[in-house]
């Protein structure tokens, strides 16, 4: 009788612990998100004042706000209607979704912040250089194939390297 009550205890505290550890995963580790959409996945900001929170709650501390419109995200989690998001810098935190923007835009990245990405008029490095872009310059990204992305911004339009942006995963084709 005794080991009896013992096991349904062991059986009623592994369902508990069964049911607090399935509700405990994130949406990344999930295939079934929120939004029904891949993450992670990229995305931009829409406003200039974008609150990032603690949590996914408006009840939890803005940890601090984003002011630069069309800065690209990386979605890593969703719950509910809050998306966790991390910059080109890693710092991460929840911004609730309808701050956010499915269009796509990269940031120019290089090794050194005073080294220049060149933008060519065609998708191939002998081609013309159209311009020369400087690290944390934001850009539109129109497509990108074979290693290559067509970006435009303020006075710039032309194709980049795809290593070159943070915005774009690495061989992802975007029409």
């Given amino acids: 009788m005794a080991l009896r009550r013992f096991c349904s205890v062991v ?21 079934v998100t929120t939004s029904g959409l891949p993450v992670p996945r990229y995305v931009s ?27 690209p995200v990386e979605i890593t989690a969703e719950f509910e209607n809050w998306r966790r998001v991390r910059d080109s810098e890693g710092a991460e935190g929840w911004v609730y979704h309808s701050l956010l923007s499915g269009r ?3 940031v120019i990245t290089m090794k050194t912040k005073d080294d220049f990405a060149p933008l060519y008029d065609r998708a191939d490095q002998t081609g013309a250089i159209a311009a020369r872009l400087q690290a944390g ?9 074979a ?13 980049i390297e795809q290593q070159r942006l943070w915005g774009v995963y690495a061989d992802e084709k975007v029409e």
């Fill in 104 to 106: 796509r835009t990269a």
């Fill in 147 to 159: 290693g290559w992305c067509h970006v435009t911004g303020n006075g710039f339009d032309g194709w």
């Fill in 45 to 71: 900001l829409k406003s200039d004042h974008v609150n990032v929170r603690a949590g996914p709650t408006k009840d939890n501390d803005v940890a601090w706000v984003y002011t630069r419109s069309g800065l």
């Fill in 137 to 145: 310059v934001i850009a539109q990204v129109k497509r990108c194939a």
């Fill in 11 to 31: 059986v009623l505290a592994g369902s508990l612990l069964g049911a607090s550890v399935s509700s405990g995963f994130s949406a990344k580790d999930s295939a």
